[in-house]
């Protein structure tokens, strides 16, 4: 619409702040996140949960039934810091934590959880944990 009204010059000017505001758009998305920089969001952890967690796991219990553990409550049994340790990578965890190494041996199923290349992303684990803080306990 400006560019219609404007002339010339001024189309130019707009194109260069057009092409200023781009490079700050590509210089801000091309920085390294840290957990300050962006908002956890459990509707995004959702759609990935129900994508590649929701074949093994239940969210309506909380004890295992048919191999792998049902994840109501699970912010109840551990920390975050644990979760994303844990998401990250399950066996390599499990061989510096007693916890992780417990749960894993204690799998009567011997199901083991597979460590995931979305979940080596800080964003992508954060988004899931904010999703499953949602599922309280009774
Ligand atoms: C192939 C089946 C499988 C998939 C897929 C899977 N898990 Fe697991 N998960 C397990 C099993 C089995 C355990 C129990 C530990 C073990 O034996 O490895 C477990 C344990 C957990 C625990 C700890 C539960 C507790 O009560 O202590 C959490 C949290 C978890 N998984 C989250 C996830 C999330 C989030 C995803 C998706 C990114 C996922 N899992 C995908 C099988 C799976």
Redesign the pocket.
């Known amino acids: 619409m400006i560019g219609l009204i404007a002339g010339k010059g001024e189309r130019g000017m707009e194109g260069l702040i057009r092409a200023g505001v781009g490079l700050m758009l590509a210089l801000a998305f091309s920085l390294p996140l840290t957990a300050e920089e962006f908002t956890p969001d459990a509707s995004r952890g959702e759609k990935?949960?129900q994508t590649?967690?929701a074949?093994?796991?239940n969210i309506t219990y909380?004890e295992?039934r048919v191999?792998?553990?049902g994840?109501k409550g699970?912010l109840e049994?551990?920390d975050e810091k644990w979760?994303h340790q844990?998401?990250k990578g399950?066996e390599a965890f499990a061989k510096v934590d007693e916890t992780a190494a417990t749960?894993?041996e204690s799998?009567k199923?011997k199901?083991?959880?597979?460590t995931?290349p979305?979940?080596q992303d800080d964003q992508h684990r954060a988004d899931?944990i904010e999703y499953?803080k949602t599922l309280k306990g009774d």
């Open positions: 990935t949960f590649i967690c074949h093994c796991h909380d295992s191999g792998s553990p994840l699970v049994r551990h979760l844990w998401l399950p749960l894993i799998n199923y199901i083991k959880m597979p995931f979305q979940m899931m499953l």
